[in-house]
């Protein structure tokens, strides 16, 4: 037995501590590995010849503005029977017109604000339709703009957007 005022040694640990912890960190190393690499974004695979957007037919770009006149008709059918109000007319005019030049053009327009379409050149009868009847009519206090003038503005897109 040591005497009183003697000095113990520091406590030793056992290889296994040491052991655990190289595998805690090894584990740590692993998930911050898979982490980064399964949530990057994945490269599109685009065989070599192949093109990168095929645009559609005519034929097709055809049935999808005629699909959204009928929409825009519907949505003013509505409105003059009294089923909506004129705001919310405009709303879901502005919702038809946006769906149709993401669908037909692949320009994100439903997302994008008035700014943005601008910004990205988009054709000048949805910039205007947007900023005369859609924009004032949802966004400002008041009363709304006419829905038949804004389903005039809508059909203006549907027929001249290319």
């Known amino acids: 037995m040591p005497a009183p005022d003697e000095m113990y040694p520091p406590a030793q640990y056992g290889w296994g501590w040491i052991v655990a ?3 805690i960190l090894l584990l740590l190393t692993l998930a911050a590995w898979l982490l980064i690499v399964l949530t990057r974004p994945r490269r599109s695979i685009t065989l070599p010849g192949a093109p990168v957007h095929s645009p559609p037919t005519a034929e097709v770009l055809d049935a999808l ?4 006149l009928a929409d825009v ?3 003013e059918d ?3 029977a009294g089923s ?3 705001r919310q007319a405009n ?3 502005s919702r038809s017109v946006r769906a149709f030049v993401n669908e037909y053009s692949g320009v994100e327009a439903p997302v994008l ?3 943005d379409l601008t910004a990205r050149g988009v054709h000048p009868a949805l910039v205007d339709a947007l900023r005369r009847h859609y924009y004032p009519s949802i966004f400002q206090r008041g009363p ?3 829905p038949v003038r804004g389903a005039e503005a809508a059909r203006l897109v549907l027929q001249s957007w290319r």
Do not use: W
């Not at 503005?65 to 959204?68: I, L, T, V």
């Open 73 to 75: 008709q519907r949505i």
């Open 84 to 86: 909506i109000s004129a």
């Open 113 to 115: 604000t008035l700014e």
């Open 144 to 146: 709304a703009v006419d």
């Open 78 to 80: 509505a409105h003059r």
């Open 21 to 23: 912890a190289i595998g």
């Open 91 to 93: 709303l879901e005019l």
């Open 65 to 68: 503005r005629a699909d959204y």
